[in-house]
């Protein structure tokens, strides 16, 4: 006897297991975001949206204000700075900084109008804001390394978590080639010159740098925000 098979409709549907890739949901889904503040438009343009972020309770924040004393090519007398890292950690970072030389009058203006935005958001945050976002000032004629060691200490130190993230604006060469070589080299990822020239010396430095974040770059448009 001849036997057919008859197709039907089934309530249940089996499929192979083979290709199919088990993923461990993420348990710790918070996230810490680190900014270094210099001023400008595009930083402030960047203070505005790292505290937008900060918002989310899942997210924590440290904003550093870095104030460059002198240029940084100079070579003085060095002090060392002890900087605290963000609440709940116990490490800290050496920063290397210089006396303070005299400072150009075309941009006195500019440094006070930037550290009054800095005030102004810092002593205006939000109560809900103020357990979970952390404001320094930093002064220093060193800040390519400074900058490095202190993202390296703030981000990537929960590696179970949703993810940490450095948010840097588009400042253009603000290093000299010999300090940023000198801040890169040993150990770090090799530097690419087109990426720098794309992005700025900020986040070529924490690309370079190795630093265990995602890295966001922000560019303002037109003027920025005025104060």
């Known amino acids: 006897m001849e036997r057919t098979l008859k197709r039907t409709v089934s309530g249940l549907s089996m499929r192979s297991g083979r290709d199919v890739t088990i993923t461990t949901p993420i348990a710790d889904r918070s996230h810490h975001v680190f900014f270094p503040y210099y001023g400008g438009a595009d930083d402030r343009v960047a203070l505005r949206f790292v505290l937008q972020l900060a918002r989310n309770p899942k997210v924590t924040a440290t904003i550093v204000h870095i104030s460059i004393s002198g240029p940084v090519n100079s070579v003085e ?15 800290s970072v050496e920063i290397t900084a210089s006396a303070t ?3 150009d009058p075309s941009t006195v203006l500019d440094k006070d109008r930037d550290t009054a935005f800095f005030i102004s958001l810092r002593d205006s945050l939000p109560s809900d804001l103020s357990s979970r976002v952390v404001f320094e000032s ?11 060691s202190r993202a390296q ?7 179970r978590n949703a993810g940490d993230l450095v948010v840097v604006s588009n400042r253009g060469h603000v290093l000299s080639e010999r300090h940023f070589a000198h801040v890169v080299g040993g150990g770090n990822t090799a530097m690419v010159p087109e990426r720098r020239k794309c992005l700025g010396d900020m986040a070529e430095l924490m690309l370079a740098g190795g630093v265990r974040a995602s890295v966001l770059v922000i560019k303002a448009a037109g003027k920025g925000i005025d104060i």
């Open 153 to 159: 200490v703030e981000v990537g130190t929960s590696p």
């Open 77 to 91: 007398p060095e002090a060392t700075i002890v900087a605290p890292s963000r609440k709940g950690a116990s490490d």
């Open 138 to 148: 930093l002064e220093t004629t060193n800040p390519g390394e400074g900058l490095l």
């Open 101 to 103: 030389n005299a400072a």
